[in-house]
């Protein structure tokens, strides 16, 4: 659902850092020098330049061949097992899972995400809640859970609150200085961080209300709804003005995971009086609203889209859908300005959306995670699947990009995603 494993947010980042956490021993160091070693080799590799041309050209809307990137997300617990990692300090650890999927992607994956000569370090920082949180039940080791929504009432609509976010000045400097000490000559470490995944309200709203209730209330509490979307709306603007006049964001027209698939790559951004201050403008911005996909068009039109509008106004590029098919709502969606990236579902009818998108957007296509989650590898149905979507989309002239995402598990063999992608590669190179 998240980017949670392209951009790895370390749990230190939303709580209070003690100094143990910060430790790293001196085998530890030895570790993390010599897999950042190995990132470096990496990095410079002539086709790394080659990979960053193309995505460049690619999100510019010029011809390239399909794209292709895959994240295991939750198979990457699978691949980094627990007994592969062997620092043992959490600050450490987290860094060298970090490390070790990097030398994944460069020496076995192989697809078309740049390994690039940089150590990201976020800010430490503790964000606040909407002035109510739900209570989650269920959903350990990963599993699946139902939560309480706190706002039962809508008479408690003045208990909400615009969350906070706190950002601990000394322990990011000290996180920041430990990382140049340790592998400062070996990658360039950068203060980086996504404060955000999307911004698209809907998951915060079910969160609050219940997703049953958010559709009943389509109907039987719209007036209320409205008012919820329009705080959310003013509380995400609110967060996004904060940020940017503080200093706090960064700009993403690079190597970062942008949308629900895909890099940021690009030369239309920064925009031309930019002077090193990232405003929103600057940047690519994100949108989504998979918990409404049973929701019509025209409640999602009313209900959600006029609320996600102004926030994507502020960007200067963007993207729009997750795993929610967009083609039954595609005529709403089209009206966002600066659209780019669309994500197009397993579940998105292929033919009409690209059709309706034709060459003016990124065609960003998810293949179903099932295919590397069954309980046989199935190489057959997989390559019919990535061939026909890549013929289809080549007759409409789409700048395709191949993303296998939403893993929950690759049944531990490491050797399925390798060859997804090697299988993808051999059909975008053969059209």
């Known amino acids: 659902m998240t980017d949670t494993l392209v ?20 085998t530890e160091r030895q570790v993390l020098r010599r897999l950042a070693g190995r990132v470096a080799e990496l990095a410079a590799r002539p086709i790394e330049d080659q990979k960053r041309h193309l995505w460049t050209s690619h999100n510019m809307l010029q011809p390239t061949r399909p794209m292709i990137f895959c994240d295991p997300e939750n198979g990457w617990n699978e691949i980094v097992t627990p007994g592969l990692l062997t620092c043992e300090g959490q600050l450490a650890r987290e860094w060298e899972m970090l490390l070790r999927k990097e030398v994944f992607w460069g020496e076995q994956m192989r697809d078309d995400r740049v390994v690039q000569p940089f150590f990201d370090v976020r800010h430490i920082y503790v964000e606040g809640d909407w002035g109510m949180h739900e209570t989650r039940i269920g959903g350990e080791h990963g599993g699946a859970y139902t939560w309480q929504a706190p706002l039962s009432d809508y008479a408690d609509l003045p208990r909400l609150r615009f969350p906070t976010i706190t950002v601990d000045e000394e322990a990011t400097q000290r996180v920041i200085s430990i990382a140049q000490d340790i592998l400062g000559d070996l990658l360039t470490v950068r203060l980086k961080t996504s404060w955000w995944w999307s911004l698209g309200m809907t998951w915060t709203l079910v969160n609050l209300r219940g997703l049953s209730q958010m559709m009943y209330d389509m109907i039987d509490n719209p007036d209320e709804l409205h008012q919820v979307m329009a705080f959310l709306r003013d509380g995400h603007l609110a967060k996004i003005d904060w940020l940017e006049q503080n200093g706090l964001l960064s700009l993403n027209n690079d190597g970062t995971y942008v949308g629900s698939g895909g890099f940021g790559w690009t030369k239309e951004l920064p925009q031309p009086d930019y002077t090193g201050h990232v405003r929103t403008r600057d940047m690519w911005g994100f949108s989504e609203s998979q918990e409404t996909v049973g929701v019509s068009a025209n409640m999602f039109a009313e209900f959600v889209f ?43 009818n292929i033919n009409d959306m690209s059709a309706k998108m034709g060459d003016r957007y990124v065609f960003s296509w998810k293949p179903n995670p099932a295919h590397l989650a069954m309980d046989a590898f199935d190489e057959d149905m997989i390559r019919a699947d990535l061939r026909e979507t890549m013929r289809v989309c080549r007759t409409h002239n789409c700048h395709l990009e191949v993303i296998m995402k939403d893993c929950h598990t690759i049944r531990n063999d490491p050797r399925r995603v390798v060859r997804w992608v090697q299988m993808a590669h051999e059909e975008a190179e053969a059209l």
């Open 7 to 26: 951009q790895t947010v370390s749990e230190m980042t939303r709580k209070e850092t003690r100094a143990e956490d910060l430790y790293v021993s001196v």
């Open 306 to 348: 006029p609320y996600q509008l102004p926030i994507l106004e502020r960007f200067g590029l963007n993207c729009y859908g997750c795993c929610e098919p967009l083609d039954k709502r595609w005529h709403v969606v089209e009206k966002i300005p600066r659209l780019r990236r669309v994500s197009v579902s397993a579940w998105a």
